[in-house]
């Protein structure tokens, strides 16, 4: 089964809230993760990384939380704007594999006006 | 840069009909990787190269052959096609083996009918 997945599906919020989209893995071995953005007809586009010995990475309107004791990862987006839709995929590497990165399923993340 | 490059963007191929899915990029990156992406879900590793004259098997290879004779190109060989092969291909590339982000491209939509 997949190592990494996430709790829903799809995620509507308005615009201007902040969204928080939730991933979960199961591999006590990753040790690094990363999300991606992929926009319709698009491939996806990194937003932010975080390694296993961090719990908190911030970016510009990006924020990603590691809990290894949960093996959880979240990734929160501030002030929500419609440029923001799109499907978000966490995903992780077990110790510098080079086989890549196994993805989860992906969240929709819809923005209402 | 053009960063990693596919072609072609579209394709409809009959069943048993053979193709090669072109990937190219110029960011002097050893990794390169083929994942499939089948509707709704997150994306499979299919193929991946360390370096030139290097490959390996993914999560899901059959049906599937690649080859990496420079550090810029990684196609992806279809011998046989079949229904299940129907879905959007990936081609990504990293400076080292999953600890990093990888760049994608714009990815090849298949159609086998």
């Known amino acids: 089964g997949e190592s990494v997945g996430l709790h829903l599906p799809t995620l509507s919020v308005q615009e201007g809230d902040n969204s928080i989209i939730n991933c979960a893995y199961s591999n006590s071995a990753s040790d690094y993760f990363i999300w991606y953005k992929q926009e319709s007809g698009k491939g996806p586009q990194f937003i932010i990384d975080?390694?296993?010995?961090?719990d908190k990475r911030q970016g510009q309107r990006v924020t990603v939380l590691l809990n290894k004791t949960v093996k959880h990862l979240s990734l929160q987006i501030a002030a929500t704007q419609p440029g923001d839709s799109a499907v978000y995929f966490c995903a992780e590497n077990i110790r510098g594999g080079a086989d890549g990165l196994t993805f989860g399923k992906g969240t929709h993340l819809i923005i209402q006006p | 840069n053009a960063g990693v490059t596919q072609t072609p963007k579209f394709r409809i191929l009959k069943i048993g009909q053979s193709m090669t899915l072109q990937c190219t990029q110029d960011m002097n990156h050893n990794y390169m990787y083929w994942y499939r992406q089948d509707p709704g879900m997150g994306l499979k590793l299919i193929y991946y190269?360390?370096?030139?004259?290097?490959?390996d098997k993914g999560e899901v290879p059959n049906g599937y052959n690649v080859s990496r004779s420079t550090t810029e190109d990684f196609p992806l060989r279809l011998e046989l096609a079949a229904p299940s092969q129907t879905s959007v291909y990936f081609c990504?590339?990293?400076?080292?083996?999953?600890?990093?982000?990888?760049?994608f491209g714009q990815g090849t939509r298949l159609t086998v009918v």
């Open positions: 990504a590339s990293s400076y080292t083996g999953g600890g990093t982000e990888a760049f």
């Open positions: 190269s360390v370096g030139a004259g290097i490959t």
């Open positions: 975080i390694r296993s010995n961090m």
